[in-house]
């Protein structure tokens, strides 16, 4: 009688929707992320203004620059690893899938904190927009009214979601070039000057949190790599999508700060900046204009952070949902939703907490720009710019014994300098983390935050101990995502005869 062979550990247990997205859909996400219209009204006016450095613009080409070093060696790594997962897969592979849990357990809260911290500004905004028409609606009223879209779309087709940031960031990105050219079209004094490309001002004390800033005004752009399992051709699709998302990001921000400054003056930027805020550049605009054109601003302004939002919650979901088809989560977060291939549980995960944060600060009666745009957007992307350090350091490790077919460039030297790069960035981050809050010398808040990523990436660590203990056939498909399953089977066998070798804590093969 012919002997059953053992089960194999099966680690998809649904799967997501296959070949829905083409580059442009992926592009989409990944600009949505990085919401361009939000970062040149809202972030690029604020860093003039706390700063008071003229060289923002500069300041956006040096780090889209860093984040296209980091984007060659994580697309490189994309090309021979395809899973939802993103940094938490590469993590994975590239330092261990103990470091791989630990990064999972930092994704979760940063992209988390991310979305919800960007209803946050949605619902301030949009309550002023309604006021200026004569109604009179709180910020919380005006937040749900987003999170009940995002929920609903959220369970959708994920092409679906992509066909709504296509048409929103179209005309974002036509409302942008066009204030821009108006901006440009009206210099101070007649007299269009490029000084503020010259990288001479970066060698100040500010620098640090100048880059800090800008840096986060690209969170997101990883998105891509997050729906890579729905993309069309992944291993094409998602590494020209990410180079495009970088590249556009970049030439918005960097294009849009210098325009604001030759419109006011490179030496009345920050004071204009100081006194109108997010309003500046309708400020700018508004004289040369029709005022129809200066509402439409406001409005895309408000569909850029809904197309923001819709993008962070793709993200988390997906997330979740990658940890829960392969264990680390309980396995009901790694079901679809059976007509849409849409994350079932991890969508309603995120919206669930969504809405329970929300409530709490509307009952707190706190400030929705400051603590829970400002607060917990600043928050998450610490969380995010942890994963890119840590992700850059993973690519360097995958390749550093066999290059698969990449050239040295790609696998080496670009990942190497990108880790060097984001490891100053990271220490000036953490460094600084008070100022970023506004906070005071003496708050907690100068250092609980960073602290909290560290305890709940060790809790991460320690969890697959546990797993690798209790459930090794678990913690062999851990960041293999749709990989085949007699690979995770082969791996699994390897892995029992450690354990069974040396049972306290084995540590022998690439089981670490």
Request: some cysteine.
């Amino acid at each position: 009688m012919e002997r059953t062979k053992p089960a194999e550990p099966d680690i998809v247990t649904q799967a997501l929707a296959k070949n829905r997205l083409g580059i442009p859909s992926v592009v989409f996400f990944g600009v949505a992320g990085a919401a361009p219209l939000t970062v040149i009204i809202g972030s690029i006016t604020t860093i003039y203004a706390i700063i008071g450095s003229t060289a923002v613009p500069i300041a956006y080409v040096v780090v889209a620059g860093l984040l296209s070093l980091f984007t060659v060696g994580f697309v490189a790594m994309s090309r021979h690893i395809v899973n939802t997962g993103a940094f938490y897969s590469y993590i994975s592979h590239g330092l261990g899938r103990m470091v791989g849990v630990g990064a999972a357990f930092v994704a979760l809260p940063a992209y988390s904190l991310m979305q919800i911290g960007l209803f946050g500004l949605f619902g301030s905004a949009a309550s002023g927009i309604l006021a200026a028409l004569g109604f009179s609606v709180p910020w919380y009223a005006c937040a749900v009214a987003a999170w009940a879209a995002v929920t609903v779309l959220g369970l959708l087709w994920v092409d679906l979601s992509g066909r709504v940031l296509a048409v929103l960031l179209v005309l974002e990105i036509g409302i942008v070039l066009i204030y821009d050219l108006v901006m440009v079209g009206n210099p101070a004094n007649g007299e269009v000057t490029f000084s503020q490309f010259s990288p001479a001002p970066l060698a100040t004390p500010v620098v640090g949190v100048l880059l800090v800033l800008a840096i986060a005004g690209f969170v997101g752009f990883e998105a891509t790599v997050v729906l890579s399992e729905e993309a069309k051709d992944p291993k094409r699709t998602i590494a020209r999508a990410t180079h495009i998302a970088v590249v556009l990001a970049g030439i918005l921000c960097a294009i849009s700060a210098w325009a604001m400054s030759v419109n006011t003056g490179p030496d009345q930027i920050a004071a204009k900046a100081a006194e109108h805020r997010t309003d500046l550049v309708f400020t700018l605009v508004g004289p040369h204009l029709p005022k129809f054109m200066v509402d439409l601003g406001y409005i895309l302004f408000l569909t850029s952070v809904f197309a923001a939002l819709l993008a962070f919650h793709a993200a988390v979901s997906r997330y979740q949902f990658a940890l829960g088809r392969e264990g680390v989560l309980p396995a009901a977060w790694g079901r679809t939703h059976p007509r849409t291939g849409a994350p079932l549980l991890g969508s309603i995960t995120q919206s669930v907490l969504a809405i329970i944060v929300l409530s709490a600060y509307a009952l707190a009666g706190a400030d929705p720009l400051v603590y829970v745009f400002a607060w917990l957007t600043t928050i998450g992307g610490l969380g995010v710019l942890i994963l890119m350090w840590a992700a850059s350091a993973a690519v360097i490790a995958f390749f550093v014994h066999k290059r698969r077919g990449e050239n040295i460039w790609r696998a080496y030297f670009a990942p190497g300098l990108a880790f060097l790069l984001l490891t100053v960035v990271l220490a000036a981050t953490c460094i600084g983390f008070g100022e970023l809050l506004q906070v005071s010398g003496d708050s907690p808040f100068q250092w609980l935050i960073p602290v909290c990523y560290l305890a709940v990436g060790v809790i991460g660590i320690v969890w697959a101990l546990i797993m690798r203990a209790a459930r090794p056939e678990v913690y062999a498909a851990i960041g293999r995502g749709s990989d085949s399953r007699s690979t995770v089977a082969a791996e699994t066998q390897e892995l029992m005869r450690a354990l069974h070798a040396d049972p306290v804590g084995a540590r022998g093969g690439q089981y670490y």
